[in-house]
């Protein structure tokens, strides 16, 4: 299991575009992947769950990924939030 904590700076937050695009990111991985807000943690791999936690422009969040390319995973989900969703 690999774990990394991430602060959002884009505009929006995760939501609505960036969210899709963060999901689809995610299910091009076999490992599961989890996206952490205090203390909820929902499937990152899940468009509604993702949304339900309420990411804003400022919010440290927790990705997390077990699975065979788990480490793959965190650093490609990282890198799209530290990158502002942006290729």
Known sequence: MVSREVT???SVGLHARPATFFIQRA???KSSIWVEKDERRVNAKSLL???SLGIVKGT??????????EEDAVETLVGIIENNFTE
Do not use: T
């Open 27 to 29: 299910n091009s991985f």
């Open 49 to 51: 769950g993702v949304l």
């Open 8 to 10: 959002v700076n884009n």
């Open 60 to 69: 440290s969040i927790n990705i997390i990924a077990d699975g065979s390319d």
